[in-house]
Nanobody, 120 residues
Framework: QVQLVESGGGLVQPGGPLRLSCAAS????????MGWYRRAPGKQRGLVAA???????NYADSVKGRFTISTDNAKNTVYLQMNSLKPEDTAVYYC??????????????WGQGTQVTVSS
């Protein structure tokens, strides 16, 4: 079993920064990729940013230049530094990890979600 625990969400004013963290724990054999998705009210969940174990990041066009994804591989933790936040960034943010466990093959795991609200 694998657990993803997110932290760092909250209320922030437009233009402000916020940093999300997500730590993976459990019977982890190898982490192939980690990332963040979001679901805004009335919309489907979509990719925000992802990064492979080799360190190659991928960003949604709407966040390029404002958000930065990074990892601490020793801690199986992924971070999302969000700068210049806009009201349209308001959403529930979900951590995702593609992990091979000691007893199973590669599987996608999801966190419980953390609310980010950008408002004055």
């Amino acid at each position: 079993q694998v657990q993803l625990v997110e932290s760092g969400g909250g209320l922030v004013q437009p233009g402000g920064p916020l940093r999300l963290s997500c730590a993976a724990s459990g019977s982890i054999f190898s982490v192939y990729a980690m990332g963040w998705y979001r679901r805004a009210p009335g919309k489907q969940r979509g990719l925000v940013a992802a990064i492979t174990s080799g360190g190659s990041p991928n960003y949604a066009d709407s966040v390029k230049g404002r958000f930065t994804i990074s990892t601490d591989n020793a801690k199986n933790t992924v971070y999302l530094q969000m700068n210049s936040l806009k009201p349209e960034d308001t959403a529930v943010y979900y951590c995702n990890a593609n992990i091979r466990t000691t007893v199973a093959g590669r599987t996608d795991y999801w966190g419980q979600g953390t609310q980010v609200t950008v408002s004055s």
